[in-house]
């Protein structure tokens, strides 16, 4: 029986070590934690015949093993995994393991620095109204490794996959019926390094497309249109800035998304605020139409889309403010985004474990629009100072609790419109995710502000 060795025990290395199991592999997971929690998966997966390792770091060797699976959170260019390719050990991500189970079933895959959570969301919901099986999978719903092994008893008639940059740089032959691309900026730094090489790998998705969508309103993306010359372009600024002609995109005009020359629906339809998500709804309703999809799923799909979670989320309105949960906004350009959506002034929750990136519009955005920023997490020295210098006016709170109650202080003394949690931060300083730490807030809100 051959040996396969997956690394890392969330829930897409869990997926892969089932998936293998079930065509016949000899599995070993191992993962660098002990913590506690880990033990019960441990037992669990050991009665399935599968081998868990706690605590264990990854040594390749030919002789135990044929095969390597990666989890999206482990490096590609991790010294032992450069090691495991040199040695022609055969080394793949969970999506191409998933990919390899699911050749036959055509899938839309979605990447891009912000906004692809919710136009891969909004896909799946459209293909699903049509009565197609089509699970949104990959960064949101299922692992794409869970998805492969439902398959194995009930194929599904799409898949609609979001796909991170780590994601993609471990799946080699990967190639959608359809590519979306929703925005491009600095992000990942610490692990891709250079912005050449961040662009690069989503740029490998969308070449291997069959069918390729892309934002072109992006600036980034409007400056590689010639790398895409058959490509299907959105713009929620009219027929004019189209970069292909009017019959192939997607554009807004007297208040309707104009896909292929057909008016499909109004804008209004779409609950969610802000141009960007009239964006993602153009991304969203051109792929549909590319697959073949009616007109009324779409409009019925768009109408009772609900949003996202932990992106621009309203959570309550206390004495007429309304406490908004962007916790997704993990980066300058969300949080630049999230805060242009809302109402002016605005009291503007940030901070937490900063990344690498220019800072430059989200600073100009918050000097328009924010009274006063709420800064949290390790950021908030650096991000005080930088506020210092610009003339805004910043508080260092520290925890999230102290930052709703001060919150909804200053925003009846100002008279602030919203208490905005954008935090332009990763999470990890104080909280598992960007989930967890849009949770805490929420929770926060409900509580203090019933006092």
């Not at 015949?49 to 093993?65: K, N, S, W, Y």
């Not at 390719?85 to 055969?90: C, F, I, S, V």
């Not at 809302?342 to 000097?367: C, H, S, Y």
């Amino acid at each position: 029986m051959p040996s396969a060795y997956v690394i890392g025990l969330g829930r897409s290395g869990v997926a892969a070590a089932r998936l293998l199991q079930r065509q016949g592999w000899q599995v070993t997971v191992s993962d660098a934690g002990t913590a506690p929690a880990l033990q019960p998966l441990q037992h669990m997966l050991n009665a399935e015949g599968i081998a868990v390792r706690l605590g264990d770091r990854f040594t390749p060797d030919p002789d135990l093993m044929q095969l390597v699976v990666v989890s999206p959170g482990v490096p590609w260019d991790l010294p032992a995994l450069v090691k495991a390719r040199e040695l022609g050990l055969e080394t793949i991500g969970e999506v191409e393991l998933a990919w390899q189970s699911l050749l036959q079933i055509p899938w839309v895959s979605v990447t891009g620095t912000n906004g692809k959570t919710t136009t891969t969301a909004l896909i799946a919901a459209i293909f699903q109204a049509a009565g197609l099986t089509a699970p949104a999978c990959g960064n949101i719903g299922y692992a794409v490794g869970e998805v492969a092994l439902q398959a194995l008893s009930q194929p599904p008639d799409w898949v609609i996959a979001e796909l991170s940059s780590y994601q993609i740089e471990s799946s080699v032959t990967v190639a959608p019926r359809i590519g979306v691309w929703t925005t491009f900026s600095a992000d990942h730094l610490s692990r891709h390094q250079t912005l050449e090489n961040y662009s690069a790998i989503k740029a490998k998705l969308l070449s291997s497309s069959a069918l390729q969508v892309l934002n072109g309103d992006d600036p980034y993306l409007r400056q590689m249109a010639q790398t895409w010359p058959k490509a299907y372009w959105t713009s929620v600024t009219g027929k004019a800035d189209l970069l292909c002609a009017p019959e192939r995109g997607a554009y807004i005009e007297n208040g309707w998304a104009i896909v292929q020359g057909e008016p499909i629906l109004q804008v209004a339809d779409l609950r969610m605020i802000g141009s960007h998500n009239q964006q993602n709804l153009l991304m969203a309703v051109l792929t549909a139409r590319l697959a073949g999809i009616a007109q009324s799923a779409i409009v019925e799909a768009i109408r009772q889309f609900p949003g996202m979670p932990h992106r621009l989320e309203l959570v309550c309105t206390w004495r007429g403010i309304a406490f908004i949960n962007d916790s997704k906004a993990t980066n300058y350009d969300a949080a630049q985004v999230g805060l242009a959506a809302v109402a002016a002034p605005t009291i503007l929750i940030a901070g937490g474990e900063a990344k690498a990136g220019d800072d430059t519009l989200w600073m100009q955005t918050i000097r328009e629009r924010a009274a006063v920023v709420l800064l949290i997490g390790r950021a908030a020295p650096g991000f005080a100072q930088r506020f210092e210098q610009i003339g805004q006016p910043s508080e260092i709170v520290e925890t999230m609790e102290q930052a709703v109650r001060r919150g909804a202080d200053l925003a009846e003394q100002l008279g602030a419109q919203n208490v905005l949690l954008s935090p332009a931060c990763a999470s990890f300083d104080q909280y598992s995710d960007f989930e967890q730490r849009g949770e805490h807030f929420s929770q926060l809100c409900r509580q203090i502000l019933s006092d």
